[in-house]
């Protein structure tokens, strides 16, 4: 059994796309719940989900809008669920109809300290003008809009180049957390520490990275971190919150600020891409001495 937890906010027709692509999951209603916390829309979000009560096992939260609180929405959204294995998405995140199944099938298999990453086509760390053929926009053919994602480099994984130069085993890297973005992620409850938050509170009201810090923490603690190629996802083209990348530029030093030591120095300074290639090319001493080293 398996919880959906999703943040939205203002997002009204991009979570209506979301939460159709979880109907249409190959994957019985009656043993999954979907959690849709809302970080206080002041659009029709509330009439989306009461569309889609008939169809699912949906739970719907509101939070007073104090400025962007995604780590509260997904805190609240985790701290509500029922079941043990949590799977995390943003609204506007459209699911293959076999993405579900995919993650429980993934967590059934594996101890239970392990989180999975599946793909997210289509996203990108700048505003894009993705063609999306007329026929495939309105998610009348999902299946079909993931065969034509296939299809298109375009529209692959930003990610995916650095997965296939590691054979996609990021497990075996030295800083998988680093693809930790909870736009497309499932965790065992177990993984997750309840004496703390789970996604750290320090991060609001700027947006990212506390995506990321969890991964981090997560892999201190020994959790795996897996990549599942078959659970596939695509993020529908929208426009990205105002001062994004400010947010951004903000948030990386807090995150360093947290840790200190300099592992996120250099994360800091380098970012997601080439990251994991800047480790690999230290020999364990020096990647040891990366992650202990303290920073005044």
Not at 143 to 155: A, H, N, V, Y
Not at 184 to 210: M, Q, T
Not at 218 to 227: A, H, N, S, T, V
């Amino acid at each position: 059994m398996i919880s959906i937890v999703i943040p939205t906010y203002n997002r009204k027709l991009l979570l209506h796309y979301t939460l159709k692509s979880v109907v249409e999951q190959n994957f019985s209603k009656n043993d999954m719940e979907v959690i849709v916390v809302d970080d206080g829309s002041a659009d029709h979000t509330r009439q989306v989900i009461d569309e889609f009560r008939p169809y699912l096992n949906l739970k719907y939260f509101y939070q007073e809008d104090k400025g962007y609180r995604v780590a509260s929405a997904r805190n609240l959204g985790i701290n509500k669920s029922t079941f043990n294995i949590l799977l995390m998405i943003d609204s506007g995140v459209i699911l293959h109809p076999d993405a579900v199944a995919s993650h429980v099938s993934f967590h059934h298999g594996q101890r239970k300290n392990a989180a999975v990453i599946g793909l997210v086509y289509g996203f990108s760390t700048h505003d894009t003008e993705l063609s999306i053929p007329v026929h495939l926009r309105e998610l009348d053919d999902i299946p079909g809009l993931f065969d034509w994602l296939g299809k298109d480099d375009e529209t692959k994984d930003i990610r995916e180049t650095e997965y296939k130069a590691h054979g996609y085993r990021i497990d075996h890297l030295p800083a998988p957390w680093a693809y930790f973005w909870t736009n497309h992620v499932s965790i065992h409850k177990y993984c997750l520490a309840e004496d703390e938050d789970y996604f750290d509170l320090v991060y609001e009201p700027n947006y990212g990275y506390e995506d990321i810090d969890l991964g981090y923490r997560l892999f201190q603690r020994d959790i795996k971190i897996f990549l599942h190629m078959n659970a596939r996802s695509f993020h529908y083209p929208h426009k990205k919150m105002e001062k994004y990348r400010e947010f951004l530029d903000v948030n990386k030093q807090v995150f360093h600020g947290k840790y200190k030591n300099k592992v996120t120095e250099l994360f800091a300074e380098v970012g997601t891409f080439g990251f994991n290639e800047s480790l690999l090319a230290m020999n364990t001493s020096e990647l040891n001495n990366l992650y202990s080293t303290t920073i005044s």
